[in-house]
């Protein structure tokens, strides 16, 4: 079981390899994945309030219907992921985070600091409806 680096167990996930581990459902509140390696790791569904993501390679993680609310993804790279229906209110996205090739349909953006050339991109693949929180991916990006 992969509890661990933060509050909820000992196991380290801070600076590992998690490559295509499964996460989906667990809840992982201010969990530390700092410069991990998360490719297609699974985190649908999962609680990842204010959890650490610095400098993190999400390439093609599944991080659909997660709460993701306050969580870090500074310096990370969370291409070609899903976050379908992912509530991201308040989430950190500065320095070279990018969110390229990412499905985003349904996406709270709620307070996200986006470099603009980013939330251009996401703007116009944007569509949908968080279902959590009822607010439009557009909207939620203030897309003009």
Known sequence: MWKGGGPYGAEVTRG???????????TLI???FKTS???????KGANLLGASFFDADLTG???SDADLRGADF?????????LSNANMEGALATGN?????????GADFTDVPLRD??????CKVADGVNPTTGNATKDTLLCR
């Open 37 to 43: 390696i998360l490719r297609q790791a699974n985190f």
């Open 16 to 26: 590992q390899d998690l490559t295509g581990k499964d996460f989906s459902g667990k």
């Open 30 to 32: 201010k969990q530390d």
């Open 61 to 63: 993680a599944d991080l």
């Open 117 to 122: 050339d980013q939330r251009e991109y996401l």
């Open 74 to 82: 500074s310096l990370a790279n969370v291409t070609k992921a899903n």
């Open 97 to 105: 985070t990018s969110f390229r090739g990412s499905i985003i349909t």
